[in-house]
Nanobody
């Protein structure tokens, strides 16, 4: 069982930046790919980005790839999502995930952290 705890959400103005962190409670962190998903009000939850245990990354689309950076620190059992040039449409609850499937690392989920982009 892996427990995931997100932190770093809050309110930010359009064009601002924010970094989300995800601490994983496991001794086998390097076995897992890590991911970030989000769910905006009234919308389906969607995948944002994933990172392989070796550091390879994939993103939802070119817009996210150009503004967000997913990373991990295996020594700290922590994954990150650096979000830059934030837009109001990025407003959502962001969830950290972990899994053995790099393409869909959804074996474990965090509780979510709210990100609100508004002036």
């Amino acid at each position: 069982q892996v427990q995931l705890v997100e932190s770093g959400g809050g309110l930010v103005q359009p064009g601002g930046s924010m970094r989300l962190s995800c601490a994983a409670s496991t001794n086998a962190f390097t076995l897992y790919a890590m991911g970030w998903y989000r769910q905006a009000p009234g919308k389906q939850r969607e995948w944002v980005a994933s990172i392989h245990s070796g550091g390879h990354t994939i993103y939802k689309d070119s817009d996210v790839k150009g503004r967000f950076v997913i990373s991990r620190d295996n020594a700290k059992n922590t994954a990150y999502l650096q979000m830059n040039d934030l837009k109001p449409e990025d407003t959502a609850v962001y969830y950290c995930t972990a899994g053995l499937d790099w393409g869909e690392p959804t074996d474990y989920w965090g509780q979510g952290t709210q990100v609100t982009v508004s002036s």
